[in-house]
């Protein structure tokens, strides 16, 4: 299966990922791409080398982006060390501000076995980063402290599984200059508890003035947090709006078309949704041109009587 959003990344803070080969010969101006280091399997080479070879072949003090791809080259190893090596030479990077952690697609390994860790000190070494991703499941270790972050605009999280224990330290955060946030919930199978009440503070309005774009996606509780949606007050203040990937059903369709007007928005995504074609149609009515969907819903609605199981896109 191909789920939304896990390809690999083509482009990252606004910049073409580039992967340099260990015999690329002339390379990109540092400036003028992202980069990606991935261990490669064939060449059996730890990232600890990788790292060190980047050092002295870039020009770090000019690198606008950072990508971190897979970090092992046999079996999957937790992502600490190499946090401490981003960490350790944080100075090497005045010009950093976008940074993902764990651009890792499933023929690579699955998201749910990304061996994370508390993602804070990435935050709290660049204080001048705008733009930050990461990518990983909670049951692995993935985590974060509340701070206060002064340029941060661009925070997601990628998530078969988010605890909710993290949201709760982006609710507890100071992040004035935040724009854009996407919290992908996954599954409870995968390490999953956030809730409704976890995003509550970000529903109310207020937490972080600047927002423009709010995804609560990937979720269990979709049709509950559309029903949410519904009523709250930072959907006001919202030029997008992204409730995709979960398991929204007529139930929250309803909840969306009963609750405040969404015609300010400039695109509304549901897609990989369990809607039935005339809520689709409803919504597409009342939200028009703003809705994206699929085309078909996930499942078979034909008979009424029978409760389809669903799912998220990205669990495992």
């Known amino acids: 299966m191909t789920y939304i959003g896990i390809d690999h990344l083509d482009r990252f803070h606004g910049l073409p990922v580039h992967t340099p080969a260990p015999s690329s010969g002339a390379l990109p101006a540092a400036d003028s791409v992202a980069w990606r280091l991935a261990c490669d399997e064939e060449e059996d080479e730890d990232f600890a080398t990788l790292w060190e070879q980047f050092l002295e072949t870039v020009d770090t003090a000019r690198v606008r982006a950072l990508v971190v791809g897979p970090w092992w080259s046999e079996d999957y190893t937790p992502f600490a060390p190499v946090m401490e090596l981003i960490v350790a030479h944080a100075d090497r990077f005045p010009a950093l501000r976008g940074l993902f952690l764990a651009d890792v697609v499933g023929e690579e390994c699955e998201i749910s076995w990304l061996r994370m860790c508390d993602v804070t000190p990435a935050l709290e070494a660049f204080p001048l980063l705008e733009e930050f991703a990461v990518r990983g499941c909670g049951q692995e270790g ?5 701070l206060r972050h002064t ?9 078969g599984g988010l605890p909710g224990e993290l949201v709760r330290a982006v609710t507890g ?27 509550r503070p970000i529903l109310a309005g207020g ?20 029903a949410a949606v519904g009523s709250a007050p930072v959907v006001a203040q919202l030029e997008t709006l992204a409730l995709s990937m979960g398991t929204l059903s007529d139930a929250g369709g309803e909840a969306l078309l009963n609750g405040q007007p969404l015609n300010h928005l400039a695109l509304l995504d549901l897609r990989h949704h369990y809607l039935t074609a005339p809520v689709v149609e409803r ?34």
């Open 142 to 146: 993935l985590a974060l402290r509340p």
């Open 283 to 316: 919504v597409r009515t009342a939200c028009a041109p703003t809705v994206v969907e699929a085309g078909e819903a996930e499942e078979d609605y034909a008979d009424p009587d029978d409760e389809p199981e669903r799912y998220v896109a990205v669990g495992e």
């Open 207 to 226: 937490l972080f003035p600047r927002l423009r774009h709010l995804g609560l996606q990937n979720s269990e509780l979709q049709d509950e947090i559309a």
């Open 173 to 199: 955060s100071e992040l004035p200059a935040l724009e854009r946030l996407e919290l992908w919930f996954g599954s409870s199978w995968y390490g999953g508890d956030a809730t409704v009440e976890d995003v």
């Open 151 to 159: 340029a941060l605009k661009s925070l997601r999280f990628e998530s």
